[in-house]
């Protein structure tokens, strides 16, 4: 049972560097997120898409790209990572007419 | 806008001690809501789900019900043990055309000691 999966689980970054968190999931979901976690803060949206060629902002979009080319894979681009962006990243998905979200299990990303 | 307040942890217990977390909501129409375990190290598991009001989820001894009236969702177990210490995170969802955007609160670092 495969269900979200994310790679990497570990990053470091430098400042200004760019990188990709993949995520892939295997339930045929329509419904994709992301999500970064901090310290004493709950979860909060980056982006998410609803379907393959179909994405939309969340509430802290900014720094962050996405794509969503099949409905397997919803890649976020960092294009010039800032320190600020140290966090946790979450990958998330959901079938349509579902409300229930599952979770990957996480990218710790460091920016120094 | 949507937001969720989870009581502020961190909270220590004694195994077999009674558990209550609060959790209440704002928010406008009618959300579900969610209380997600995150054990140290993961990721996010569904513990359980309220769809509307008066329903009460159930998973692994927890227990919350959806109370509209008072706009809260508590989580309750009647006897933890040590395999419960986890960070619980309350959360409502709105389903907006097939999307479903997650509103969590901060978490609540649970520790329990035998």
């Known amino acids: 049972n495969a269900g979200v999966t994310q790679t990497p689980k570990f990053q470091v970054l430098k400042t200004g560097q760019s990188m990709t968190l993949q995520c892939a999931q295997d339930m045929n979901h329509e419904y994709m997120s992301w999500y970064r976690q901090d310290p004493g803060m709950g979860l909060r949206l980056i982006h998410y898409?609803?379907?393959?060629?179909?994405?939309d902002q969340g509430e802290v979009p900014n720094g962050y790209n996405v794509s969503r080319s099949t409905t397997e894979d919803f890649p976020l681009r960092l294009l010039s990572a800032a320190p600020s962006q140290t966090s946790v990243y979450f990958c998330?998905?959901?079938?349509?007419?579902?409300?229930?979200?599952?979770f990957g299990e996480g990218s710790w990303l460091t920016v120094v | 806008g949507n937001s969720v307040t989870q009581m502020e942890g961190p909270v220590t217990l004694s195994e077999e001690a009674f558990l209550t977390i609060n959790c209440t909501y704002t928010?406008?129409?009618?959300?579900?809501l969610f209380w997600y375990v995150q054990y140290p190290g993961e990721g996010l598991q569904l513990l359980l789900k309220?769809?509307?009001?008066?329903d009460k989820g159930s998973n692994k001894g927890f227990e919350a019900t959806y109370r509209k009236e008072t706009t809260s969702f508590h989580l309750e177990k009647g006897s933890v043990q040590v395999s419960d210490s986890a960070v619980y995170f309350c959360?409502?969802?709105?389903?907006?055309?097939?999307?479903?955007?997650?509103?969590f609160g901060q978490g609540t670092r649970l520790t329990i000691n035998p």
């Open positions: 309220a769809t509307k009001a008066d």
């Open positions: 959360a409502l969802g709105k389903g907006v055309q097939g999307a479903q955007k997650l509103v």
């Open positions: 928010a406008t129409g009618y959300p579900s």
């Open positions: 898409s609803v379907g393959a060629g179909i994405t």
């Open positions: 998330a998905s959901k079938r349509q007419g579902g409300n229930t979200i599952y």
